[in-house]
């Protein structure tokens, strides 16, 4: 039987399974200064972040997890994005990330590579897979707030 | 093309067009429901039953004199006696109208349950329970301070009987389990079970959710004490649930949702209450609902459940023969289809479920990636989900074909890793 | 034929139109259909919406990927935001659909009042309850060893707010009310309630089955904490109810029913609700009714309620004065339509409202007969049952002059003893 | 307006208002030696009946009640039909009467002016009013024989 092509070239781009199979930044920071989890208990997908804040910075970050291709992808982008950047830069990003998939906006500069999952915002149940992650990371960034103005690291 | 060793027997063709959903596209391509054992769909019989009921019967039943009111209530209650027929039941006193089979086991859990269970005593399900039937008995044993206890399945996908005969003790004072599981497609022994409920004198549920769509169904050989299932998952409405009680169970029974036609007497401090079943159905119903699922009920008498059952089991052979191709693909469930429905689990090395669906659902091929509402049992299976394809009376073994070849499409993306050069 | 003071101001011709129902012939007349305070006709646009969704959406909805099942649940949901706007809430989050306003009381009295209403507690009702307002709050009682207290009604059919005053005390935790008299069409001052109820910090549930469908409401000035009311009796399909709880009410609430669609984690041992609303709504819920009570919901706004209101106003008005003209005829409840809604209630000297009922059937007028659901009403009226007549918005004045007629023949037929020269 | 003739000959018969009007046998026996007692919750109609039993015989009947004219009309001719007459004939009178209404029977003669009834047949909600008194009659009957079983009037 012949298949015809599916319309997927905006979902599943090469970057995004290239993530979703060989994630970066997996795994737990031992010296972390932030931890942050979630979960979809729709689909079962679970995000856990560490960050290693230092000063108003990221110096480190990691992730945990398990889920489809989009949730995953997403977070190892994420990672790779944010690390060596300061909070609000993060806050930043998370924020246009968020317009890209919610509100439909057109990817901004910053986002960089995350702008291969904006496909993502036609696709309205797998909208929540890719933005697990960054709920999880706002969470994070929270916390990390909190201790900066306890005076904290 | 794989060959059947059976051939289907129903003539999907002319069945086919009675569903008017069957024939649209979805994203360019012709729409493959596979998605059976969430919700079928419904053939114009039912939809017109609706249009008829509210072009000329509607009225509120039960309490009017006037003529709309009289019908309504006839063809109501009309529908008791076939979805009592349906389970080979005879007294349509038995039967209750509820929501869904949800509603219908929460029913039991609550107006039988608070009544007879106490502290210590002990609630027995499976490790392949909906949540539907697991939820119910936690809150009635957190209510209680009773105990949950669940019976296992073996790697073969079958419940181990052995483990059941441990989990019932002489404090079990309930057993409720699946008829056939929505994952894994298994039968469970129904007969068996019950006779082990019953030497301690346990009472027994049967989740029917999965088999009333699918199999001839006869109460008094399953020797159960409860039967739940849902109008919608077999051609009827959304919105009408079944529950049957064995004989003169009901009438032992306090009321569940206190109002409107479920009582006899209402005084400032005491009411008393109408006779089973109207006793059990508080308010005004889901009337149309209810007539429609009449409808759907002929349509299935009129094909006969023992051909439903044949033809399903024929596509299933078919479609699980036909999945090996997949590469990668492997079945959850039991292998021997006389054993087990429509409901074909799977998994793919590499991907996850939910990619599966989307990569079909581009090709117009709708299954259902998730849970199941069955977490205990993706505990068991070690896995957060599965992807499940589920037949119904009007899916063909070239419907499965076209499932096999957006399959290997996914795989492809996947291995590939790139969409745009994937076909 | 009676003058009306005031126009009624739909154009009834039009809205007719859209209901098949109304066309059709009773006993060889045309239908005169006055039981709207049972149910409702359906426009064509909401069965419509009904055939629309099958033969074009159908899916279970929230856990599926495929397309069908994306629409499907869009659909749903959309619908939550316009039953808010109906009862002039802004949080769709705080709408749970349930089967009717019987379940969405029933609902409250379980999940909140399980965990609120201890021994000793009061509930305040009111003696022109229904009994969907009356049973869930005595089996709440029963559990809990509380005390249910009614606030009584004046000769003129008012509820007596001295007596609600008197009734209500420390003790009180809910006062559970009807909005509007389905049996006397009183209309009661739920913000005077609420005040009174409030001082006391006690909760205030808003029985609004008989309001939904005809007044514009707003649950921020009626300053209500719970608002039930039913589909069926607003154009829309049977099988659907809401309920409407303040914010921040529901979350505070532990679930009523247990299964799909409810929970964030089960494990074997206890489980995990998901957010409000769906934790209230377990199983697969009336999908196709809720999307076609969303067009009801339309259908009742393009004509806006401040009309639906006026037209009905000035029916009533037409028809309680041209019902003087039936020889022992009188009414029950408010004479005044700005304190009524549309049900109007009335007895006939020496002739029982069944026997009415039938007559009436005879010119194919239908009107309802009995205790109406309200046994506690009937025994303050001291009458066992009531003739009942109820508008809306596809009645004309003409219909109410031929139940005046049909009226003026069943005291003819049984004042001469002999219905073959009753003419 | 005209009205034309409705479709009650058939319900409405001169007999049944009559006694709808001037119920025959009401009240209560005070020499009773059965009574019972049935209602009808759907639509509220109440009926009692006091039953003297001589031997094998009704010797007296009366009946209180209230509700339509169908309840009401229904047990006062039942009163007035089986007034002297033996319980085995009173059962077979309410055999015949339950025939008439439910199955739509031929009304058999041994119902007398009871056969002014049959119409009710033909309006399936009116039905149980009519067959109210005559369940009521059926478990008087029942005590009556068990009574006689044990010896006693
Ligand atoms: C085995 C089983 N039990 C219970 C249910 C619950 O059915 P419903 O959602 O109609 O109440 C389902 C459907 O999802 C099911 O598959
Ligand atoms: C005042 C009132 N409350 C509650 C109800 C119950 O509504 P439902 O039967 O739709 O639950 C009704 C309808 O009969 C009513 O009139």
């Given at each position: 039987m012949a298949m015809p092509e599916p319309p997927f070239d905006d979902l599943y781009r090469e970057v995004i399974l290239d993530h979703a199979k060989k994630p970066r930044n997996r795994g737990r920071l031992a010296d972390r200064t932030q931890h942050?989890?979630?979960?979809?208990?729709?689909?079962?997908?679970?995000?856990?972040?560490?960050?290693?804040?230092?000063?108003?910075?990221?110096?480190?970050?990691?992730?945990?997890?398990q889920g489809c291709s989009i949730s995953q992808s997403s977070a190892s982008m994420l990672t790779e994005r944010l690390k060596g950047t300061t909070i609000d830069e993060a806050a930043r990003v998370a924020a246009s990330f968020k317009a890209m998939l919610i509100a439909g906006a057109t990817p901004a500069p910053e986002l960089g590579d995350l702008e291969a999952l904006h496909g993502v915002a036609k696709f309205a149940v797998r909208v929540k897979c890719a933005l697990l992650c960054w709920n999880v990371l706002q969470e994070g960034l929270e916390q990390a707030r909190r201790q900066l103005a306890r005076g904290g690291t | 093309m794989k060959m059947s060793t059976r051939m289907a027997l129903l003539d999907v063709e002319r069945i086919r067009e009675d569903f008017p959903i069957l024939s649209q596209q979805v994203n360019g391509r012709p729409l493959v429901y596979l998605d059976n054992a969430a919700t079928t769909q419904k053939p114009r019989q039912v939809i017109d039953a609706l249009v008829r009921y509210y072009e000329t019967s509607n009225a509120n039943i039960h309490r009017g004199i006037h003529t709309l009111a009289v019908r309504a209530t006839e063809q109501y209650e009309a529908v008791r006696g076939k979805a009592a027929r349906h389970i080979g039941a005879n007294n349509?006193?038995?039967?209750?109208?509820?929501?869904?089979?949800?509603?219908?086991?929460?029913?039991?859990?609550?107006?039988?349950?608070?009544?007879?269970?106490?502290?210590?005593?002990?609630?027995?399900?499976?490790?392949?329970?909906?949540?539907?039937?697991?939820?119910?008995?936690?809150?009635?044993?957190r209510r209680k301070g009773a105990v949950v206890r669940y019976a296992g399945i073996t790697p073969g996908g079958y419940l181990?009987?052995?483990s059941l005969r441990e989990a019932v003790g002489p404090r079990t004072k309930m057993v409720s389990v699946v008829h056939a599981s929505n994952v894994l497609g298994t039968i469970?022994?129904?007969?068996?079970?019950?006779?082990?409920?019953?030497?301690?004198?346990?009472?027994?549920?049967?989740?029917?959710?999965q088999s009333a769509p699918h199999l001839p169904l006869d109460v008094t050989e399953l020797d159960c004490d409860f039967f739940a299932f849902s109008s919608h998952k077999m051609l009827g409405p959304t919105g009408?649930?079944?529950?049957?009680?064995?004989?003169?169970?009901?009438?032992?029974?306090d009321p569940f949702l206190?109002?409107?036609?479920?009582?006899?007497?209402?005084?400032?401090?005491?009411?008393?209450?109408?006779?089973?079943?109207h006793k059990f159905e508080a308010g005004t119903p889901n009337i149309a609902g209810v007539i429609a699922f009449?409808?759907?009920?002929?349509?299935?008498?009129?094909?006969?459940?023992?051909?439903?059952?044949?033809?399903?089991?024929a596509i299933t052979a078919y479609a699980m023969d036909a999945l090996k191709d997949v590469p990668g693909l492997s079945l959850h469930g039991p292998t021997d289809v006389r054993d087990r429905g429509g409901a074909v689990s799977f998994a793919i090395d590499g991907i996850h479920p939910h990619d599966v669906s989307t990569i079909v659902d581009g090709y117009g091929v709708a299954i259902r990636a998730g849970h199941h509402c069955a977490q205990l049992l993706m505990r068991c299976l070690n896995v957060?989900?599965?992807?499940?394809?589920?037949?119904?009376?009007?899916?063909?073994?070239?419907?499965?074909?076209?499932?096999?070849e957006a399959l290997k499409q996914a795989v492809e993306v996947f291995s590939r890793g790139d969409a745009r050069t994937a076909v």
């Open positions: 942050a989890e979630g979960m979809n208990p729709v689909c079962g997908d679970e995000i856990a972040l560490d960050l290693r804040v230092a000063g108003d910075r990221i110096a480190d970050i990691a992730f945990e997890g | 349509e006193r038995d039967i209750v109208f509820t929501r869904n089979a949800t509603e219908s086991i929460n029913l039991v859990a609550r107006a039988w349950g608070d009544a007879n269970i106490g502290e210590g005593d002990e609630i027995v399900l499976t490790l392949m329970e909906h949540h539907s039937n697991i939820v119910p008995w936690q809150l009635l044993a181990d009987m052995d469970n022994p129904i007969a068996e079970v019950a006779e082990i409920a019953h030497a301690v004198g346990a009472l027994v549920l049967v989740d029917g959710a009408v649930g079944v529950l049957w009680a064995r004989e003169g169970l009901l009438d032992t029974m206190g109002g409107g036609e479920m009582i006899s007497l209402v005084r400032p401090d005491h009411s008393t209450w109408a006779d089973v079943p009449g409808a759907a009920l002929d349509y299935l008498r009129d094909i006969g459940m023992s051909d439903v059952r044949a033809h399903e089991a957060p989900a599965t992807s499940r394809a589920s037949f119904y009376i009007y899916n063909s073994q070239a419907e499965v074909d076209v499932l096999v």
